[in-house]
């Protein structure tokens, strides 16, 4: 026995590790190539979608976000450029802020590099407030008071979209796919005209006279067209089968399983759209979809939901022979409303999903493993602050409108009757107005440090316009109640 503990003790010395040695050890860091489990990916295409009207990343995060893209193993990115393109068929179409020509040829340049096909996205039907809110363009509406809808039977409509896909493809001349969005377009139908010809022929022969042109225009440059499927789930058999000849449908749903929701991404819709020939894409999404109380509006991703769903359409996926998937980003639910959720804020369900996508599970050590792996590319310091910083901005703003609930209330009572101002108890009542004046001085900070946080990552517009938005009412809200308030002195 005591030989025994001899030979123990002697391997323990040669395979412990001295102090000097632990000093210099390095930490075990995960890597993104640590993240894959397989060899080869469940989903052959995995898309990544950049949706860029509200908080387009500048130029150079544009890049870097590329680089971060390619390491989570997606091989494909939907560019959604709407005012950020340079646009010459219209500059008022541009953001004052938008990419430049170079801009555009230096994505694609380092893009090539990474191995990331760029598919380039232009609405054609619904989404069109960019060009229909701009003076000279109202009279392409459907509907003469809403700018989200292009009439399919004016024939300056198709030339306007074809326009602007011709603008895409002289800076991105060699994309081998193209999506033209087409989805929500709510106001199909709803003029005198399209009505009638939609009863008389069809929705899906109204969608067609006005988007058929346009994909048989890009199937004669070799470019296959893609769209949003959401118009089609109603269609009639012979315009479905014309659209499979045309284009490959995108079916989006952003909300736990197609296999048992009841929304438009059932999977009786793939089914049937399979059964007509439709080259089929799934689309979950890794943020801008959140069913959070801020909705189109939240700050950050919620995790849970985002990992389900994508899991969900790599199940679809697999038993459907999918071409592939893509998880979109929303910045904005539609051009006219409100920011939501950062890129950078939401890094982790973008790696998270393309783990998924690529193993069709999260890797070892889940979410947390795909922050670890931003150490690698030196992000991940800037991630947890950025993460931290919306959070910070989503609690402050849940209790900032909590306060100003509970202000106007008392307020409104003590105006009915200024003898119940609870002076006895400095918590309640119209004392609630005190707080009102912590909320703004939060409110003032968090801003300054977006601004500090956000700095190089947004264009400084698209930053103060998510303080703005956000924060900026609580301090209107205070002036307001304290010019009421005058009336109780």
Request: proline fraction near 5%.
């Amino acid at each position: 026995m005591k030989k025994l503990a001899l030979i123990l003790a002697a391997l323990l010395v040669q395979t412990s590790i001295s102090p000097a040695q632990q000093a210099t050890a390095p930490s075990k860091v995960t890597t993104f190539d640590q993240l894959f489990s397989k060899e080869k990916p469940v989903t052959a295409k995995r898309g990544v979608h950049m949706h860029l009207t509200g908080l387009p990343p500048t130029p150079d995060r544009f890049v870097q976000l590329l680089k971060i893209f390619a390491a989570a193993r997606y091989n494909c990115v939907v560019i959604e450029w709407e005012d950020m393109f340079p646009w010459t068929i219209e500059k008022r179409f541009r953001s004052s802020f938008a990419y430049t020509p170079d801009d555009i040829r230096r994505f694609c340049k380092v893009a090539k590099k990474l191995n990331l096909e760029l598919i380039p996205e232009v609405q054609c039907l619904g989404h069109m407030e960019t060009p229909l809110s701009t003076l000279g363009y109202e009279h392409l509406r459907e509907v003469a008071s809403n700018s989200s809808g292009i009439n399919p039977l004016n024939p300056k409509s198709r030339e306007l979209i074809q326009g602007m896909v011709d603008d895409v493809l002289k800076l991105m001349p060699d994309v081998k796919q193209f999506h033209l969005g087409g989805d929500e377009a709510r106001t199909l139908g709803k003029n005198p005209e399209t009505k009638a010809y939609m009863e008389k022929h069809g929705k899906g022969a109204l969608y067609l006279h006005h988007v058929g042109p346009i994909l048989d225009n890009l199937n004669a440059r070799n470019i296959r067209p893609i769209l949003w499927h959401d118009m089609m789930c109603d269609w009639d058999s012979k315009a479905l089968k014309s659209l499979a000849a045309k284009c490959d449908l995108m079916v989006w749903g952003y909300y736990g399983h197609p296999d048992t929701t009841t929304r438009h991404f059932n999977t009786k819709y793939i089914k049937r759209f399979q059964e007509h020939g439709m080259v089929l894409w799934g689309a979950t999404a890794y943020k801008g979809a959140e069913a959070t109380p801020e909705r189109h509006t939240s700050d950050r991703p919620v995790v849970s939901e985002r990992v389900e769903n994508a899991t969900a359409w790599v199940d679809v996926s697999g038993r459907y022979k999918l071409k592939g998937i893509v998880a979109t980003g929303w910045s904005r639910w539609s051009v006219d409303t409100m920011q939501c959720v950062p890129i950078d804020a939401a890094l982790d369900t973008l790696i998270a999903i393309g783990v998924i996508l690529h193993d069709g599970k999260l890797p070892t050590g889940g979410v947390d493993a795909c922050v670890d792996a931003l150490e690698e590319l030196g992000e991940k310091e800037r991630f947890l602050a950025c993460k931290k910083l919306m959070e910070r901005m989503t609690g402050l703003r849940r209790n900032g409108w909590k306060v100003v609930r509970q202000a106007r209330e008392h307020l409104t009572l003590c105006l009915r009757d200024p003898r119940r101002t609870s002076a006895r108890n400095p918590a309640q009542g119209y004392k609630m107005v005190g707080y009102m004046n912590g909320i703004v001085r939060q409110s003032q900070r968090v801003g300054d440090q977006m601004r500090a946080t956000f700095k190089d990552l947004l264009p400084p517009e698209s930053i103060e316009e998510y303080i703005a938005t956000r924060l900026g009412p609580f301090k209107d809200e205070l002036d307001d109640i304290n010019e009421k308030a005058k009336a109780l002195k």
